[in-house]
């Protein structure tokens, strides 16, 4: 078996589009798993099977800085009291300049407009002004970009930078430390997917706009290998309770299915058996 490649989900999706073979597509963005970004790679179908949350990872090296250290505990704080005055000191610290946040490029990784959609939806529930700790941050030379978030983990750990947006399963997946954000801001609580959708970030190929994360799961039109392919699709949609809950994902029962063409009978067998539910067309 080829090893997995990783990467921001929209710079893999181009690459899938300019025919650069894989299995399954696995991606944190829908548009990702449409023809906006496969092109003619797409299948017309993709399976959200679990949900994902912004945060903000920091590690030891980050405690060594008093500026490090004094933001984790005020973000900690504020968790625990839940109040806006609360919340309003933790992101103001974040972007004062007095520490740097890394972010993926947003036209490659999703996580990097995500992690500006998020501070425009801080700015609105804690400042009362959607931008505030945006330009804050712009203002203040805070903020490092890579192509991918997980470029910047080796920074993160010397040092270099003090925290880094990623999602929470990734901060899990290697191991770091993290703030846990409110769920208002988090872009991981359905409850709050009207607030999310009135933020937005423009892209290159489009604006994107914020709404609760979900994980994808799709096969090219071109897959090196369809029939396992889709049996792995299978064992994902079957098993996700039990392979993701420990990297704080939380998964979708059932699994919903969108799709604007005819699915495979493996896909139509997950229906019947209850385990995906059709849920539109796959556009985006």
């Known amino acids: 078996m080829a090893p997995p490649k990783s990467g921001g989900s929209l710079l893999l999706a181009s690459e899938i589009a300019q025919g650069n073979p894989v299995s399954v597509f696995i991606s944190l963005s829908h548009g990702a798993v449409t023809s906006a970004h496969l092109g003619?790679?797409?299948?017309?179908?993709?399976?959200?099977?679990?949900?994902?949350?912004?945060?903000?990872?920091?590690?030891?090296?980050?405690?060594?800085?008093?500026?490090?250290?004094?933001?984790?505990?005020?973000?900690?704080?504020?968790?625990a009291a839940n109040t806006t005055a609360a919340w309003s000191n933790c992101f103001s610290m974040l972007t004062s300049g007095s520490v740097k946040i890394g972010t993926g490029n947003p036209n490659t990784d999703p996580s990097g407009y995500r992690g500006?959609?998020?501070?425009?939806?801080?700015?609105?529930?804690?400042?009362?002004?959607?931008?505030?700790?945006?330009?804050?941050?712009?203002?203040?030379?805070?903020?490092?970009t890579a192509d991918s978030a997980s470029d910047l983990i080796p920074a993160l750990q010397t040092g270099q930078i003090q925290f880094l947006w990623i999602y929470r399963s990734s901060a899990a997946a290697h191991k770091l430390n993290y703030l846990q954000l409110s769920g208002q801001v988090?872009?991981?609580?359905?409850?709050?997917?009207?607030?999310?959708?009135?933020?937005?970030?423009?892209?290159?190929?489009?604006?994107?706009?914020?709404?609760?994360?979900?994980?994808?799961?799709?096969?090219?039109?071109?897959?090196?290998?369809?029939?396992?392919?889709?049996?792995?699709?299978?064992?994902?949609?079957?098993?996700?309770?039990?392979?993701?809950?420990?990297?704080?994902?939380?998964?979708?029962?059932?699994?919903?299915?969108?799709?604007?063409?005819?699915?495979?009978?493996?896909?139509?067998?997950?229906?019947?058996?209850?385990?995906?539910?059709?849920?539109?067309?796959?556009?985006?």
Do not use: H
Request: proline share 6%.
């Open 116 to 144: 500006w959609i998020t501070l425009e939806a801080a700015g609105q529930a804690y400042a009362n002004n959607s931008s505030f700790y945006e330009d804050r941050l712009i203002a203040n030379n805070g903020n490092v």
């Open 186 to 284: 988090n872009l991981g609580d359905p409850k709050y997917s009207s607030f999310y959708s009135q933020f937005s970030y423009q892209l290159a190929k489009g604006v994107e706009t914020g709404e609760v994360i979900k994980l994808w799961i799709t096969v090219p039109a071109d897959s090196t290998d369809t029939p396992d392919s889709l049996q792995f699709v299978v064992f994902v949609v079957k098993n996700a309770p039990t392979l993701l809950s420990p990297y704080g994902l939380v998964p979708t029962t059932p699994a919903k299915l969108y799709n604007s063409t005819t699915v495979p009978l493996q896909l139509q067998q997950l229906v019947s058996e209850g385990y995906l539910l059709p849920s539109g067309p796959n556009s985006g």
């Open 40 to 79: 003619n790679q797409s299948s017309g179908w993709a399976i959200s099977f679990a949900s994902d949350q912004m945060t903000l990872a920091y590690t030891s090296a980050t405690l060594q800085s008093s500026a490090g250290n004094a933001t984790v505990a005020a973000c900690q704080s504020a968790l």
